[in-house]
């Protein structure tokens, strides 16, 4: 192919000069209009897959610099990300936050970061006041209490693309990025079986999220193939009081059916359940052996160290921005409705 | 004093007209210009002490509904503050973050976190980019690289008022908020002295930092007092990498000259003393006596439960950000040059 024009080479231009002119070009080149090269190099859904591969060799025979993106990049008013999550003084999403920065800062983008402290009305006013325009997509980690989408929904349809991270809902349309939370836990529970537990109880605080729901399964499981007793008071709920969740553990551990495994499917729950058994004088692993989905950087030097599901939290932060920046720098695309699974690894130490 | 004038309570009124209405009244009622009026309400350098307490005694007395406040909240365009720290995977970064949340959310503003992770050239970058308006007030913890303040002048210089927390600079005039470093320091390793040490080591990162300093300067201090022998490889310093953090540890341990006792600046450093001292199987506190400036939510279930320095992170982030609001909801004042003390407490536990 024959270059039958002139590049506008030697008078200073501005960049969207430049833009304009080589669109111009690669058109008059095609025999296209320019609008179906413009939608063509951003790869909008109005333009078949034939016309946008024509258009886009041309573009790389003619050194096109292809200022679509930059544009598509201009438009967005904030270059601003939010993450909306419960919390930070939490070993999981504080090292998902680093990830997500790690992405976002490559990308030039500034993060917000929202916390919903477990409060579902706090949740839905931050999603409802993130429709302004303040935040170009949002990654999003409910809280225990979210029960219902709608404010989800609400936001996804005010034109800001949502990415659910590690609390997800499955009901909502969108990419979801997490971890294998019912084969963990499964493979958690059946550890304590195979180190001769025999009677195993559960600590959670949500009935809401999947995610804890999917733990007890994969616990239920284990529990029903190895045709273990399933005890009721061997599912303990514990909430946000300290006080409360110490007492329910203690009363656990204080009853005539006492367990001799305990797997904690919430890393702050494995601090009381250390406390409680200090205090009773139960040995762990000796008396009581001790499971839990955890990062805690002082796992190993715990008394006694314990075996922990250890969740990809960095990996997750990161996967999950960067499927979010798929779609904040390509127009007209929509994500892709799928969950992708990072798995969390079984850590075994002493506890067990 | 009787009211000589009508209040405009017959029509509908827009809020601006309100404003400007009453503020004519209290102009005309007082003898003063408008001007003067609005400066005093808004708690103007300009306008002596005598005028303001007038003002305000009529304003009080006419029930003048301050809508210099909204008016000057308005007229900051984010209502959004910045956190520039170096980290959340810390504990207490991520709770003195939670204290800022609590005061930002009760004034309605959102809360952009920007993380350094140690990095001068990234602590400046940011500090740049907050000129452009983007935040109304931005609170600073710098980073260990931080020697010089000019870029925090500059941002002060801009209009943009800057509150420090944890990690001050004395050399910028402004709002500091910390808890009592050298004291703090100073009186954990008397503990240690009193608890039989006579060999204390000291474990540090930065060398910039003015809480490392104090923080050093405190055992010294405690040091020279009880007469012990200052020994020049009991100052180690340590940097972010962990194995290098652990080589370092371990050839003090092994060293002929071995410490009996730890004061651990640093909370990481914390984790990386008690792994060394697990694999050279030395026993805390009968072979070493460890204490640690921490807030682990599982200082109390280590092996053995470490004796912390606490500090009043969710207060430090709380007492920083009431500090800011201060500035930030009256126009013209300037923020003190004054530095707040929030004390950390001893908490004795068996690694001592």
Do not use: W
Not at 169 to 178: D, G, N, Q, S
């Amino acid at each position: 192919m024959s270059l039958n024009f002139r590049f506008p080479n030697f008078r200073t231009i501005s960049n969207s000069d430049m833009s304009k002119t080589n669109i111009r070009a690669l058109a008059m080149q095609l025999g296209l209009s320019q609008g179906t090269v413009s939608k063509a190099l951003k790869d909008s859904y109005e333009i078949s897959a034939a016309t946008k591969k024509r258009v886009m060799a041309a573009a790389k025979k003619l050194n096109y610099v292809p200022n679509a993106y930059a544009s598509s990049l201009r438009k967005k008013k904030s270059k601003t990300i939010a993450v909306v999550l419960p919390e930070v003084a939490d070993s999981f999403f504080s090292v998902a936050i680093n990830g997500i920065e790690s992405i976002a800062q490559q990308k030039g983008y500034h993060v917000l970061i929202y916390l919903t402290h477990e409060n579902f009305a706090k949740e839905k006013a931050i999603l409802n006041e993130l429709k302004s325009g303040r935040v170009d997509g949002v990654l999003l980690s409910v809280t225990r209490e979210t029960k219902n989408s709608k404010h989800i929904f609400d936001l996804q349809t005010s034109g800001v693309p949502v990415v659910l991270f590690d609390r997800v809902l499955e009901e909502i349309k969108t990419a979801k990025v997490c971890t294998n939370d019912f084969d963990s836990s499964y493979i958690a529970a059946k550890h304590l079986i195979e180190r001769g537990c025999t009677k195993i109880a559960y600590l959670s605080i949500s009935k809401n999220l999947a995610i804890a729901n999917e733990r007890l399964e994969g616990y239920k499981k284990a529990v029903r193939e190895c045709g273990l007793l399933f005890e009721k008071n061997f599912l303990v709920a514990c909430n946000n009081s300290e006080n409360y969740n110490y007492a329910v553990i203690k009363k656990l551990l204080c009853s005539s059916n006492r367990p001799n495994g305990i797997l904690v499917s919430v890393e702050k729950l494995i601090i009381t359940t250390y406390q409680v058994c200090n205090a009773l004088q139960l040995k762990i692993p000796d008396d009581v052996k001790v499971a839990g989905f955890s990062i805690f950087p002082s796992a190993s030097i715990l008394n006694p160290p314990i075996t922990t599901i250890c969740q990809p939290a960095f990996e997750i932060g990161e996967t999950a921005t960067s499927l979010l920046f798929k779609i904040l720098e390509k127009r007209g695309v929509e994500l892709e409705n799928k969950k992708i699974v990072l798995p969390s690894t079984l850590i075994v130490r002493s506890s067990t």
